[in-house]
């Protein structure tokens, strides 16, 4: 996009709804005495008056901006609107979480599953339990870290000579205190693969592909992959109603009903599994059996609140640790996994929990997450980030409870540029026009390659916060944030363009172009 040129489209729109001229401030050559067009009064009062036009659209009549940018080389402000206003941040919420994970773990932390025995084997049996332990690995079954944990154990379960355990296989989920659904989760997002439980113990990214395919003449039929996934189908489709898939909030029962449009012959949706901790076990328990290992008892799972299934006397069989921080966070960012951030959110709770004091709580939190919200309260503070300026429910922003300010998120995101983990986290963010949630937006502008931030999207809420250098080679930290944006729609109900990501790209592609 050619400098200015989306401003004049802008002003264009404008003026035909209006029925008035719009004049589009643009950078001319310098009259006598006047102050040079590119100098930093200039410059600033042009980017305002083009992000001011983009804003003044009557589509946003009744929606809500927040917009602080500031320089990293002077410290001054270059634009603000509504910047210490509260907003629902969405995923920005991540940035506050991997601020707060690094400062408080470290780049280097990593986290681990355990496999133990109850009893030492003899003479090939193990005649008590199996335990597999979860501390809070986000990662454990991810295609390109752990793909072959589940045989990794069964491996070297079968090392020790065993090919029969009379016992049960016993998933222990309690590592983390609390539920594995962050707080305030709406129940329509918990059978979405981004509302995957964040317990302990989970493998796969905790999500099973469901595959709904025509059979013959009439639809359908509905397999799940993997089958371990704990999902019981009831399998209603062949009316004349749209396909829809449904698991009621705690459930484990899937319903599939409707049909497949005339023109389609199947469908693939990636949803939640039912009990993560549960799913992992029967993973690990058909692992078992391909390498021989017999399994007597049943598989079961212990969650908090109830106690650890662990015994003083057992018997470790094998770890298996997670990349350190530094690559959960780069995936994290990358891909705005909630998962990822309320399971680091409450390594953060489970480290401070050990201190035994909340010092802005007069009683003692009961969960690892809500010991994480301490000290992500104690860290704020520091930051100089009050909490009337950011306040959050849980770590990922997927929560309706969060509220940040543009204002605290730019000014986390300084901090964050002096830190000695800095570039941790700048190489985590999505780049635009290159990849993660950014990898085709922004194409062919002087943003592409260049700007480095965190997308969040809600229904009618959108954030875009993070660095660029602009057109002077200035480095910058923005937050943009539209809060209550009812997109436009035709009289079928459809969205009009734009979408409400590349209002947020015009105002960044303007930060961007400004000189």
């Known amino acids: 996009m050619k400098r200015f040129a989306l401003a004049a489209c802008i002003a264009t729109l404008l003026a035909g709804c209006a029925g008035a001229p719009v004049r589009i401030v643009q950078p001319t050559s310098a009259a006598p005495n006047a102050i040079s067009p590119t100098s930093p009064h200039t410059a600033q009062s042009l980017l305002a008056s083009n992000i001011d036009l983009l804003l003044s659209?009557?589509?946003?009549?009744?929606?809500?901006?927040?917009?602080?940018?500031?320089?990293?080389?002077?410290?001054?402000?270059?634009?603000?609107?509504?910047?210490?206003?509260?907003?629902?941040?969405a995923s920005n919420a991540k940035l506050y979480t991997a601020a707060l994970a690094l400062q408080k773990l470290g780049t280097d932390a990593s986290f681990s599953t355990m496999l133990y025995a109850t009893v030492a084997p003899r003479d090939g049996v193990l005649p008590g339990d199996l335990i597999l332990y979860g501390r809070g690995d986000p990662s454990l079954g991810a295609a390109d870290v752990s793909s072959d944990w589940a045989d990794r154990f069964a491996r070297a379960l079968a090392a020790r000579g065993v090919?029969?355990?009379?016992?049960?296989?016993?998933?222990?989920?309690?590592?983390?205190?609390?539920?594995?659904?962050?707080d305030g989760w709406e129940a329509d997002d918990l059978q979405e693969y981004y509302g995957t439980q964040a317990g302990a113990l989970g493998a796969q990214d905790g999500v099973v592909r469901v595959h709904v395919a025509r059979t013959g003449a009439r639809c359908c039929g509905v397999t799940v992959d993997p089958p371990q996934s704990g999902l019981r189908v009831i399998n209603l489709t062949g009316n004349a109603a749209p396909l829809g898939l449904y698991r009621p909030p705690g459930s484990d029962v899937l319903y599939a009903s409707g049909s497949l449009?005339?023109?389609?012959?199947?469908?693939?949706?990636?949803?939640?599994?039912?009990?993560?901790?549960?799913?992992?076990?029967?993973?690990?328990?058909?692992?078992?059996?391909?390498?021989?290992?017999?399994?007597?008892?049943?598989?079961?799972?212990?969650?908090?609140?109830?106690?650890?299934?662990?015994?003083?006397?057992?018997?470790e069989i094998a770890t298996i640790s997670s990349p350190p921080l530094s690559q959960l966070i780069r995936h994290m960012l990358k891909h705005s996994d909630n998962r990822y951030a309320q399971m680091l959110l409450q390594q953060v709770g489970v480290q401070t929990a050990r201190t035994g004091t909340c010092a802005d709580r007069e009683e003692p939190p009961q969960t690892s997450a809500d010991w994480g919200l301490c000290a992500m309260r104690a860290f704020l503070a520091r930051v100089g980030i009050g909490n009337d300026e950011a306040t959050f429910s849980e770590g990922s922003g997927l929560s309706r409870q969060d509220l940040v300010t543009p204002m605290a998120t730019a000014r986390l995101?300084?901090?964050?540029?002096?830190?000695?983990?800095?570039?941790?986290?700048?190489?985590a963010l999505p780049v635009a026009g290159v990849d993660g949630t950014l990898k085709s937006r922004m194409l062919g502008t002087i943003a592409a390659n260049n700007l480095q931030a965190k997308t969040g999207t809600l229904t009618h809420v959108y954030a875009l916060s993070g660095y660029v250098t602009d057109a002077r080679g200035e480095h910058l930290a923005f937050s943009l944030m539209l809060n209550r944006y009812q997109r436009p729609t035709d009289a079928l109900g459809r969205n009009i363009p734009p979408s409400p990501q590349d209002d947020l790209d015009a105002v960044a592609e303007m930060i961007a172009e400004s000189n």
């Open 57 to 89: 659209q009557p589509r946003f009549a009744h929606a809500s901006w927040g917009i602080d940018v500031i320089s990293l080389d002077s410290g001054r402000t270059l634009y603000a609107r509504n910047a210490n206003t509260l907003f629902l941040p």
């Open 261 to 315: 449009p005339a023109n389609q012959s199947q469908h693939d949706y990636t949803l939640s599994v039912p009990d993560g901790a549960l799913f992992t076990a029967n993973l690990l328990r058909d692992a078992l059996a391909r390498d021989g290992i017999a399994l007597d008892g049943n598989v079961r799972v212990v969650h908090w609140p109830e106690h650890p299934a662990l015994t003083d006397t057992r018997l």
């Open 413 to 427: 995101l300084a901090w964050l540029a002096r830190q000695p983990f800095a570039n941790v986290l700048r190489d």
């Open 163 to 182: 090919r029969h355990v009379h016992g049960d296989l016993i998933a222990d989920d309690t590592y983390f205190a609390g539920s594995p659904i962050g």
